[in-house]
């Protein structure tokens, strides 16, 4: 697979909730550059990670668009997060299953065919406003 596919099978995996095939493309040391808050390293670090966002949110991505470069290893990603507010999170307004839509966007590196650096992109303000 190219990294256009490797991210594609990435974000299918993650709008199905299959998160051992998400984590299945996921380079053991991992970096996840959030939008807000501290990074983590390691696949352990992101599988917590994930496991705490299953908890408190339930989002599919739509409208997925990828970019690359002449650098095949990088891919940045734009797309809608549509989302449910399941469960409160530390720091954050009550959770009352509200609905949310969201644009949002990442960039991906690849090393040795698995996604190696995840950074996200997103309005947390805009988010707090439409949950709140």
């Keep these: ?5 490797i991210v594609e099978k990435y974000y299918e995996a993650f709008n199905q909730q299959n998160w051992d095939a998400m984590l299945a493309l996921v380079h053991p040391n991992i970096a996840h550059e959030p939008n807000q808050g501290e990074s983590r390293l390691g696949k352990e670090a992101f599988t917590v990670f994930m496991a705490d966002m299953d908890r408190c949110y339930s989002e599919e991505l739509k409208d997925i668009v ?3 470069s002449s650098y095949p ?3 940045a990603a734009s797309f809608m997060v549509h989302g449910i507010y399941k469960e409160g999170d530390e720091g954050f307004p009550e959770a009352k299953g509200q609905k949310y839509v969201l644009p949002a966007a990442a960039f991906l590196e690849l090393r040795d065919g698995l ?3 995840v950074t996200t992109y997103y309005n947390l303000q805009q988010w707090i406003k439409l949950v709140s």
């Design 73 to 75: 290893e990088k891919i």
């Design 115 to 117: 996604i190696s650096k």
């Design 1 to 5: 697979m190219n990294s256009i596919e």
């Design 66 to 68: 990828l970019y690359s």
